[in-house]
């Protein structure tokens, strides 16, 4: 039953798909679409997708950013991410381009994680997640701007990351999913 466990793609009859709203960083759109017998309108946010990177050092610490997000009020703790804004890029340049961006570092050691889609019922968006190990300084500072101005970064021991996702002291959807995945995957790796 494990291996039948999984979501099921759908393809459906969209009717009509249409730009309701052109952000400045992505869209809405209104799908009309048909489902069994019904004709449904949903609004969207038309997203780009992005990708997320757990960088984890050899005394198994994971490099954790701070920043302001202005949707939940929060300087809220998250790994570093980014969207997937450059068109046809490899998803494991995304990720390295955005360690390198938020952190200043590169990974010698790429593995994917997986993905999660964090708003499925409003929201295409999907981020793929990294672990990226063999982390040293880019010899570069990249300029911030804007909500990144003011980043803190700070190298947490696995394990207390994982505690505080599960108090709910921490509550990015792609942290907490990483976070976890990642003490799962050294959990197998170690047993």
Do not use: K
Not at 116 to 138: K, N
Not at 174 to 191: I, K, P, Q
């Amino acid at each position: 039953m494990t291996e039948l466990l999984r979501d099921e793609p759908l393809e459906v009859e969209v009717i009509s798909s249409e730009l309701a709203y052109r952000g400045a960083v992505w869209n809405i759109r209104e799908d009309r679409f048909r489902y069994g017998d019904d004709e449904i309108v949903r609004h969207y946010v038309d997203h780009t997708g992005a990708v997320a990177v757990v960088a984890l050092d050899e005394d198994d610490r994971v490099l954790l950013i701070q920043q302001y997000r202005h949707p939940i009020r929060t300087r809220d703790w998250e790994i570093p991410a980014g969207l997937r804004d450059v068109d046809g890029e490899d998803l494991q340049i995304t990720a390295a381009r955005e360690l390198a961006e938020e952190a200043d570092l590169t990974a010698s050691s790429w593995e994917r994680l997986g993905e999660l889609a964090p708003t499925p019922g409003g929201s295409d968006e999907v981020i793929h997640l990294f672990l990226a190990r063999g982390i040293a300084s880019s010899g570069e500072t990249f300029a911030r701007d804007a909500e990144e101005a003011d980043i803190r970064a700070e190298w947490v021991p696995l394990e207390d990351a994982v505690a505080a996702v599960m108090s709910g002291r921490m509550r990015n959807a792609a942290l907490m999913v990483g976070v976890l995945m990642t003490a799962e995957r050294l959990r197998r790796d170690r047993s």
